[in-house]
C-alpha cells in the first residue's frame, strides 16, 4: 500500500514544465488521505463519475485516521452515495473547504499546496479545490472550461 502525496520528486528533472514537487505532511494521515482528495478532485476534472465514487470512498476511508477530520470524512461518504457527476461536484466544494483546514492545520514537513477557486462553479456561487500545481485544472468544469479559475492561496 502507498502513500499518496509522499513522493519525493526534489531530484526530478522537469521536461516543458516547470516541475512540481509533491507537498510531504508531518503526519502521515493526513498525507495520505490527501492523496485520495487530489485522486477526487483528478476524477471529477476527467467528468469520471465511477473514478469519483470510488476515490470518495478511499478518502472516506483515510480520513478515519485524520484528527478533527469529522466533517470531512461525512462529505466524503455524500460524495460517495451521489448519483450525478453534478451531485458529486455540488459536495466537491464542501470537501474541499474541510480539507483545505486540516491541510492548513496539518503542518506540511516539505512542499506547497495550492488554493484555487472558480467563480463560476455552483450556479455561479464560486467553488474551492486544492491542488499540487499552480496550472488551473478546473474540478467543477471539467474538460468545458478546464482552465477558469486561479491560484487563491499558496500553503506551505
Known sequence: MGVYAQHDHDNMAGHGEEM??????KDKDLGAAYGHYL?????LVASDEEKAIDHSVMLKKALA???????ARETASKMAGATSLEDQRGNFNALSNEMAKLVKNGKLAKGEIYLEY?????????GYWLSNEKAI??????QKMLKCGSVKETIN
Open 65 to 71: 485516521n485524520v484528527e478533527n477530520a469529522d466533517a
Open 118 to 126: 472558480c467563480p463560476m462553479a455552483n450556479s455561479n456561487n464560486g
Open 137 to 142: 485544472k478546473n474540478p467543477y468544469m471539467g
Open 39 to 43: 485522486e477526487v478532485k483528478d476524477a
Open 20 to 25: 512540481q514537487m509533491s507537498p510531504k505532511f
